[in-house]
């Protein structure tokens, strides 16, 4: 095989066609970077992957029948970690589940599987963590909008789980990292941006068209949360393991008598 740097359009659709060519060019992936940063070099040896529906759809039906939903899922789960080596270690993982006979997901004794089941798990925890401590607040039109800001890009895992919660209501979570949310509408949720990009902006917009009762809602919760902390218990270290301080922004109770 052809050893190459892989650079591709930084989309799901572009890693699966870059499995696809893998096979079908008979190269192995150095790298696998967006195009974007692609560096021109004399003894550089390149292949750019555009992305075709047709290869990506063949490759997502032949890791479904290989490694099942589980597999393809985890597969998926470390593109949304936005980590810079997680592409290259995807094309290598599907080139590997395709060489085998046999499922070897859970061949642990795999060095790349060891590396796909820890940015797994780290998304994991993320995608947990964002339905704790994703808070909403209602508008002045009835539009419930929590503002988020994980690690990783988890909004996706977790539009079904308020999807179900909330069925009833309209709301909006939005990812300020990325500049872009879910919207729900009671009936389907839908991807959407804002004009203005910048992360600062948007909180300010929102703050202005809060609903007038939403200071009082804010208030009632931080004093329920201080109501129930007992001040003799408070382990600091113990509560930062599972609240830390990064996500404290979009937290109203920690705003009120809880930052020890």
């Given at each position: ?48 992957v ?15 029948e ?6 393809y ?50 998304v ?13 607040q ?63 902006a ?30 003799e ?28």
């Amino acid at each position: 095989m052809r050893q190459v740097d892989m650079y591709f359009d930084g989309t799901w659709e572009g890693i699966l066609t870059a499995v696809f060519e893998v096979f079908e060019h008979r190269v192995f992936p150095l790298t696998l970077q967006h195009s974007k940063v692609q560096q021109q070099g004399m003894f550089q040896s390149v292949h750019e992957v555009l992305s075709q529906p047709e290869k990506a759809a063949r490759v997502k039906k032949g890791l479904l029948e290989k490694v099942g939903k589980m597999g393809y899922q985890e597969l998926w789960h470390a593109f949304l970690s936005e980590l810079p080596e997680s592409p290259c270690l995807i094309v290598r993982m599907a080139t590997y589940y395709f060489q085998e006979q046999q499922n070897v997901r859970q061949n642990f004794g795999h060095d790349l599987v060891i590396q796909l089941k820890k940015i797994v798990k780290s998304v994991s925890r993320e995608r947990h963590r964002m339905k704790a401590f994703t808070r909403f607040q209602r508008l002045k039109d009835g539009l419930f909008v929590a503002l988020i800001e994980p690690d990783f890009n988890v909004l996706p895992l977790i539009q079904k789980h308020f999807q179900d919660r909330y069925a009833d209501q309209r709301w909006l979570i939005f990812d300020i990292r990325r500049h872009y949310g879910i919207y729900y509408d009671e009936q389907a949720c839908n991807e959407v941006t804002f004009g203005d990009q910048g992360g600062g902006a948007n909180n300010r917009m929102l703050i202005d068209l809060y609903a007038e009762e939403e200071p009082l809602y804010a208030d009632l919760w931080k004093r329920y949360f201080k109501s129930v902390n007992i001040v003799e218990r408070k382990n600091m270290k113990l509560h930062l393991q599972h609240v830390p301080r990064r996500y404290w922004r979009h937290l109203h109770e920690k705003s009120f008598g809880l930052e020890g």
